[in-house]
């Protein structure tokens, strides 16, 4: 079974804010480093941080250099070695076309959100389609109060909301993508039953 090619896109813009208006959120430090680090972790072929204010872009670059080449790298290789994936980039088109440049394919495109449209994919199906096709995948998760309808629908497949133990279903992005990642790259630990690996302790 082929290695799947899994990019990740964390959108800005265009996504809705709390009264369903079109808006561009800013950046949050959090999101930038913990979804880094959760792409790592899940081998994710690459993160997009999808922004297209100036001022905003400035900012992660700062950050960018500080962990890529800065004090930062040497001081934390681990954080350097997350923030390799990590690509700030303009539009969800670049994006897009900068995948295509990287592995001679079209993504095939994922959305996610808390809500359920007519061509929502399980995690099942889906995570069955990364593993045995061929073509790039990008998942794309918004910000805000999500991505904006025509985003949504422009997308070939979009995942089902992630259903915790009650009614409450408000997750942080960045707890969002780990689950996700978890549950559509991570060990099939539903196959290995009794299975526990062997840590060695310092």
């Not at 960045?174 to 539903?190: F, K, N, Q, Y």
Request: aromatic fraction near 10%.
């Amino acid at each position: 079974m082929a290695k799947p090619q899994v990019y990740i896109a964390l959108l800005h813009y265009p996504v809705y804010n709390k009264h369903m208006e079109v808006i561009t959120t800013s950046i949050t430090n959090l999101d930038v480093h913990d979804i880094a680090r959760s792409a790592r972790t899940y081998n994710v072929a690459g993160y997009y941080i999808v922004h297209p204010v100036q001022a905003q872009q400035e900012l992660i670059k700062h950050m960018l250099e500080y962990w890529q080449t800065g004090f930062g790298s040497r001081y934390n290789p681990d954080r350097k070695e997350a923030f390799e994936r990590l690509t700030l980039i303009n539009t969800l088109e670049d994006t897009l076309q900068d995948i295509e440049q990287k592995t001679g394919q079209k993504p095939v495109t994922v959305t996610t959100d808390a809500r359920i449209y007519p061509n929502t994919v399980t995690y099942r199906d889906l995570r069955e389609k990364i593993w045995q096709g061929d073509r790039p995948y990008l998942i794309m998760f918004g910000t805000g109060y999500g991505m904006e309808q025509k985003t949504m629908e422009s997308a070939e497949h979009i995942l089902e909301p992630i259903y915790g133990g009650g009614e409450y279903n408000h997750l942080c992005v960045r707890g969002a993508v780990s689950i996700i990642l978890d549950r559509l790259l991570g060990e099939p630990w539903w196959s290995k039953a009794g299975a526990i690996k062997e840590i060695s302790l310092p």
